[in-house]
């Protein structure tokens, strides 16, 4: 993060200055954003920058003990410099918050500048190699020109000049968010590579007398536990190229002071990172139970992928937090709509009249299409958001504030920024397959992923279809048995799917979803290196279970 921020951030000269130190690692950065007081309100930060025209310096403090940065990865004993986000003070003024370069540690012997006190966080449930760490300012200065000025300066006399938009400080977030949409992608296929080649080879259960035992990857339940997840895995994938193209279209308009589509971009990535992440996450714990007790060994590879994972979901924007930074959006276009004004791309959908008519019994509409079912996703989304929207505008009637009636819809809030980036994610994944230059064999195996994944999300899902009469009871069951048919045939090429994502052995980390399966000789070999078995007789013993058993057995 902390080059992205200097390359988005700095001013050419800046940029001339500190990137070829980066690039080169002659400095090491952090970015050291969140304080032990605040994460997710940055306008609550406390850090100061005051401005010191008369040194042309800015003094960087922590005033309180909340105000202490904490969390940010390599800040305790790595990072040689941070680009710390501080209240910015000149000339008697609070301008909110900005971004400077501080360094932290000699490029000589690495020890803590004066007015820096410095350190690791302590032990995490994960993320063991990364000092996340801690960084106390004590009137700590810096020259004025390592305020990142690309938008917003400081001159010599401490004039202060805006920026054009105060939220372009945020703009490493969001790109960070994006990026988290890709590791999402990248942890499910991960973890559906180990569940699957793993329930290739393990053997269990006898279904008839003397019959030998089946693989595990046979069992229906157990290909609707992992196959879906598989699809997720896909359908990820082809959401993270989308997201990725769109933030780099938005980026270069920015780049060319054109800010209108910023908006759209922060609900957009704000949504999927949170949506992606919290999926991803449960689905990692699917995947692993699904291994039965070897899932829990750390020799699986779940453990760590685990705790590695999960601060995705907190981390980058707290996925609730998120998810109403999108849901906040997407009320605003509602109105904008109702006042007759055109909507961005993808949130278009929210000016049509996708209301429907309830389908009754038996429908006659083909409940196989997928693109007939992603109109579904889109009615449910516009209904969501429709609903949260005049949930919120009722609010304000009622004599709330917005900041009031858009806390008081919050839940159903969450609900629709939810159900807008579950339509994007399935539209997405979609559409990218008929753009797919494939065999048409590859394209029947990817259309059955994208169907299993259209269905299985409206059957996870169909109280939100069958509560707003987009589908009867009797369809949403038709469609559940639809993902339930479809196991068995993807069942055909599930060990394949996997290997398609080429992950090497040394990067998947596990034994259980080794390219060889080979296993069992494997987890054996595995337990023997385990540092406990350094020795057959543990030291312990001599100090604690020997004396104990002696002792016991002398009163026998
Ligand atoms: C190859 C791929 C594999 C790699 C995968 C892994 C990659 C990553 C791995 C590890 C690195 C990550 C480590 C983690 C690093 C961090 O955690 S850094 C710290 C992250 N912290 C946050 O995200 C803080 C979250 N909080 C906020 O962003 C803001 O406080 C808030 C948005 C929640 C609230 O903002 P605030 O200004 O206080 O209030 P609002 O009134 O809600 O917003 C004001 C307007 O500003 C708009 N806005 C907010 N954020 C943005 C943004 N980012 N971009 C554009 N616009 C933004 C917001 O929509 C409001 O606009 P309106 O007034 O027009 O509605
Ligand atoms: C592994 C890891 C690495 C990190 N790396 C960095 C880094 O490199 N740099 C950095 O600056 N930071 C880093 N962070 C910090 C991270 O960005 C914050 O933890 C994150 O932004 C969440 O903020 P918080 O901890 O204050 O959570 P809080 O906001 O306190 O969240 C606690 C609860 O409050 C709820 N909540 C908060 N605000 C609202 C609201 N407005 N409406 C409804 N509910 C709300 C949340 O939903 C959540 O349930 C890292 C954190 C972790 C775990």
New binding site residues.
Partial sequence: ?FIPTLERQCTSEQREKFLPLCYDYRIIGT?A??ELGH?????GLETTAHYDPNTQEFILNSPTISSIKWWP?ALGKTSTHAVVLAQLYTLGKCHGIHPFVVQLRSLDDHKPLRGITVGDIGPKMGFGPNDNGYLKLHKHRIPRTNMLMKYSQVSPDGTYTKPPRS?LT?GT??F?RV??V??SA?ALAKASTIAIRYSAVRRQSELRPGEPEPQILSYPTQQHKLFPLLATAYAFHFVQLAMMKIYTDVNDQINNSNFSR??EL?ALSSGLKAFTSWVTNAGLEVCRMSCGGHGYSQASGFPRLYADFTPSCT???ENT?LML?SA??LV?CVRDARSGKTLPGTVSYLSEDVSAVHSGGSSGRDLSNLDFLISLYKQRASNQVHFASDKVDRGISAGMDLVGALNSASVHLVSAAKAHSHYFIAKTFVESLKLLKASSELQNVLHQLASVYVFEGIAQSSGDFIEDYILSGSEAKTIRQLAVDLLPLIRVNAVSLVDAFSFRDEVLQSVLGRYDGNVYENLFKWAQNSPLNKTDVHPSYHKYLGPLLKRNQSKL
Avoid: A, D, N, S
Avoid at 39 to 43: A, K, N, P, Q, Y
């Fill in positions: 993060m970015y954003q969140t994460g997710t309100f940055l306008r990865g939220t945020y977030m969001t960070v990026l988290i890709h590791g990248i910023i908006q922060h981390y980058e924007g937090v930074q906040r959006y605003k």
